[in-house]
């Protein structure tokens, strides 16, 4: 039947926190933890969910505002994935500075992922995708059998991610999506970090950026 996603709107700016979780082997999967959220944190404890990981598409304060609590609440070592080239905007509170936030990201994650790395969660498996552009260490995580791509800021429901802040690059974010987003079945259901998700057959057709 699938892995179940449930979405959080939570942070200072809206933002997308996706949980997902095997209802099978009850365990759980928090893809960019935006902020601190008790209501996360009784979701699981309600459904005897058991936190395994933290998934991070990309380290701009407001995907990652909640890492360090989540990892605090948690009695095990939790790992807390991103791509290499994501450390040094992580190093730097997230970018949160230029935003007018004050804001220390805790720890550091240890556990780097590249290009074509699979993940697993219970039964089911994921391929990171390095989809750069928005920031240098921008990753989308893509489970194929079930046709779901979290990916953050990369594209959103007809528009893109912003490419105006320090590490943006326009071409290479176009380049991203056309290489590692539209060669993805059209069904694929696309799971943004802010707003409504979408598809690859409705970017492909109605996105007015591409
Ligand atoms: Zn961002
Ligand atoms: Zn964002």
Same mark, same amino acid.
């Not at 039947?1 to 996706?18: A, H, Q, R, S, W």
């Not at 990171?128 to 594209?155: K, M, Q, R, W």
């Given at each position: 039947? *699938? +892995? $179940?996603?449930?979405?959080f709107? !939570?942070?200072?700016?809206?933002?997308?926190?996706?949980?997902?979780?095997?209802?099978? /082997?009850?365990?759980?999967?928090?893809?960019?933890?935006?902020?601190?959220?008790?209501?996360?944190?009784?979701?699981?404890?309600?459904?005897?969910?058991?936190?395994?990981?933290?998934?991070?598409?990309?380290?701009?304060?407001?995907?990652?505002?909640?890492?360090?609590?989540?990892?605090?609440?948690?009695?095990?070592?939790?790992?807390?994935?991103?791509?290499?080239?994501?450390?040094?905007?992580?190093?730097?509170?997230?970018?949160?500075?230029?935003? *007018? +936030? $004050?804001?220390?990201p805790?720890? !550091?994650?240890?556990?780097?992922?590249?290009?074509?790395?699979?993940?697993?969660?219970? /039964?089911?498996?994921?391929?990171?995708?390095?989809t750069?552009?928005?920031?240098?260490?921008?990753?989308?995580?893509?489970?194929?059998?079930?046709?779901?791509?979290?990916?953050?800021?990369?594209?959103?429901?007809?528009?893109?991610?912003?490419?105006?802040?320090?590490?943006?690059?326009?071409?290479?974010?176009?380049?991203?999506?056309?290489?590692?987003?539209?060669?993805?079945?059209d069904?694929?259901?696309?799971?943004?970090?802010?707003?409504?998700?979408?598809?690859?057959?409705?970017?492909k057709?109605?996105?007015?950026?591409?």
């Amino acid at each position: 039947m *699938g +892995f $179940d996603i449930k979405l959080f709107v !939570i942070g200072p700016i809206e933002n997308n926190t996706y949980l997902l979780s095997d209802s099978v /082997t009850k365990e759980a999967v928090l893809i960019d933890p935006a902020a601190p959220s008790q209501d996360i944190q009784n979701y699981l404890n309600n459904n005897q969910y058991h936190l395994t990981q933290i998934w991070i598409t990309h380290a701009h304060f407001d995907h990652i505002g909640g890492v360090n609590w989540f990892v605090e609440q948690s009695q095990d070592q939790l790992p807390v994935t991103v791509h290499p080239d994501a450390l040094p905007l992580w190093e730097n509170a997230g970018g949160a500075h230029e935003f *007018g +936030f $004050d804001f220390n990201p805790g720890m !550091i994650p240890q556990d780097l992922v590249q290009d074509g790395d699979m993940l697993t969660l219970g /039964t089911y498996s994921f391929t990171v995708l390095h989809t750069p552009g928005h920031t240098p260490g921008h990753v989308t995580y893509y489970s194929a059998n079930e046709g779901a791509a979290f990916c953050g800021d990369l594209i959103v429901y007809h528009d893109v991610g912003r490419t105006d802040m320090p590490g943006g690059n326009q071409a290479t974010l176009i380049n991203s999506i056309n290489q590692k987003i539209f060669t993805l079945p059209d069904q694929t259901r696309l799971y943004p970090g802010h707003g409504r998700s979408t598809t690859v057959k409705e970017e492909k057709s109605n996105n007015p950026f591409l």
